[in-house]
C-alpha cells in the first residue's frame, strides 16, 4: 500500500466533494477546516503534507509555516498569494503554488468591462436617466472617441496581455509599464514606456501588477499628481497597490476624472467609505475572477498542484520555483494525469 497522505484546507469556504474525491484518488486525505488565526491554523495543520487555502486574509505567516513540519506543498485557490510569506516558505522548502491561468479571461474581460464603461460613462448616464433626465448629460460630461484614446497598463502580464488584445480591436494606443519586460514593444501593439511617461499620457490606466513590498502604494500622491485632469484609474489587481487616501483626495479636488475599482484598500468598502459618493467611480466587490467557469478551472488546478507536489512532482504553477522542496520534485510535464 502506498503511503496516504493528508491535505488541510484551511479556510473552507464552499463544497468540496469534487476536491475530496479527486484527492482521495490520488491517496490524499482532505481534512476540512475553518481556521481564522495562526494559532488555529498551526493546530490544524500539525500532521498537513498538503495546505490548501483561499482567503486573501488567511495569515500564512512566517510563524505558521515555522511550524508546518511535514508540509511540502501550500497551494491557494488565486492567483495572489501576498497573504502567504514567501520568503518563509522558500527558507522551509515548501513549494507554493497558485492557480496563475485560472482567471486571465474573467479579470482582463472585467478590466475591458470597467475601462469602457468608463470611456462611456455609462455607469453615470444610467443614473442620471433613473433620475428622470433624458438630455444634456454629454454637454457636461463630454465623451472622448474611444480610437483617439491611450490606454495604460501597468504591470504586463498575463491580465494586463489579455487586456490589451481585446482592447486593439478599439484600436487605441497602448501603452504598458513592467520593469521585467523589454520593450520598445510588444506583440506590435504596446509600446513599453516608463511608469512616470505612462502615467502622463495615458486617459486610462489599468492596474495588473501583484501586491508586493514594491507595489504597495505604487499609485499615490505623487502618480495621480502626473496624470491628466480626465484620466481614469482602473484597478483590477489589490486595493493596497492604490494609496486610497490619495486617490480620493484626487477625485476631490479634480486631479484625476474618475476611478473603476473591483479592488479597494479595506474589503469589503466600509459603509463610510467617501469612494461611494462620487458620480465618477465604478465600484464592483472584487468579483473580477468570477465565473462558473474559472470556479471549475480552480478547483481543478489547485487539485493538480496538491496531487502533483505529493506524487514528487512540481506543480503547474510554483510561485517559489527557485525553492528547494523538501522532497525532490520531477518536472510537472512528466506527472501522469
Ligand atoms: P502576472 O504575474 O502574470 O503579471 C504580473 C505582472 O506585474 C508581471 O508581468 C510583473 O513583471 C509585473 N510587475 C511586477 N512588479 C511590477 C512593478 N513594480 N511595476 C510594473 N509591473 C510590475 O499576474 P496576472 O495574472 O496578470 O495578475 C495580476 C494581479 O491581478 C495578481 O497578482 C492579482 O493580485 C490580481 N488578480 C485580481 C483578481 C480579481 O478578482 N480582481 C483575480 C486574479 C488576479
Known amino acids: 500500500m502506498p503511503p496516504r497522505f493528508q491535505a488541510v484546507n484551511i479556510d473552507c469556504n464552499f463544497d468540496y466533494t469534487f476536491e475530496t474525491a479527486k484527492l482521495a484518488a490520488a491517496g490524499i486525505d482532505l481534512v476540512l477546516r475553518k481556521s481564522t488565526t495562526e494559532d488555529e491554523i498551526i493546530q490544524a495543520c500539525a500532521d498537513a503534507d498538503a495546505v490548501i487555502l483561499e482567503g486573501a486574509k488567511t495569515p500564512m505567516t512566517a510563524r505558521v509555516i515555522a511550524a508546518l513540519p511535514k508540509c511540502r506543498i501550500i497551494a491557494k485557490y488565486a492567483v495572489g498569494v501576498d497573504n502567504i510569506d514567501l520568503p518563509a516558505a522558500t527558507a522551509a522548502g515548501i513549494v507554493v503554488a497558485n492557480a496563475a491561468d485560472y482567471c486571465t479571461e474573467e479579470v482582463s474581460d472585467h478590466a475591458v468591462a470597467l475601462i469602457m464603461a468608463s470611456a462611456r460613462k455609462v455607469m453615470s448616464m444610467d ?45 487605441m ?14 506583440d506590435g501593439v504596446i ?7 505612462l502615467l502622463q499620457e495615458s486617459d486610462l490606466i489599468s492596474i495588473h501588477v501583484p501586491l508586493m513590498p514594491e507595489t504597495r502604494g505604487m499609485i499615490g500622491t505623487a502618480a495621480f499628481k502626473l496624470m491628466k ?37 479595506e474589503e469589503p468598502l466600509p459603509a463610510s467609505s467617501p469612494l461611494r459618493d462620487f458620480d465618477s467611480v465604478i465600484l464592483t466587490p472584487h468579483t473580477g475572477a468570477d465565473s462558473i467557469d474559472s470556479m471549475a478551472h480552480v478547483r481543478r488546478t489547485v487539485v493538480e498542484s496538491v496531487s502533483a507536489g505529493l506524487a514528487g512532482y512540481w506543480p503547474p504553477f510554483p510561485v517559489n520555483a527557485k525553492v528547494t522542496p523538501r522532497a525532490d520534485l520531477k518536472p ?6
Open 127 to 171: 443614473r442620471f436617466v433613473r433620475r428622470g433626465e433624458w438630455a444634456g448629460f454629454t454637454k457636461a460630461n463630454p465623451l472622448r472617441r474611444v480610437s483617439q484614446l491611450t490606454l495604460g497598463l501597468v504591470g504586463l502580464g498575463r491580465i494586463a496581455r489579455a487586456t490589451a488584445r481585446k482592447m486593439a480591436g478599439f484600436q
Open 173 to 186: 494606443r497602448i501603452l504598458a509599464a513592467d520593469p521585467y519586460v523589454k520593450g520598445p514593444s510588444v
Open 191 to 197: 509600446e513599453i514606456v516608463p511608469l512616470e511617461r
Open 229 to 265: 485632469p480626465t484620466a481614469v484609474v482602473i484597478n483590477t489587481s489589490r486595493g493596497p497597490v492604490v494609496e486610497q487616501e490619495a486617490l480620493i483626495t484626487a477625485l476631490r479636488e479634480k486631479r484625476i476624472g474618475g476611478a473603476a475599482l473591483d479592488v479597494v484598500a
Open 332 to 337: 510537472f510535464a512528466e506527472y501522469p494525469r
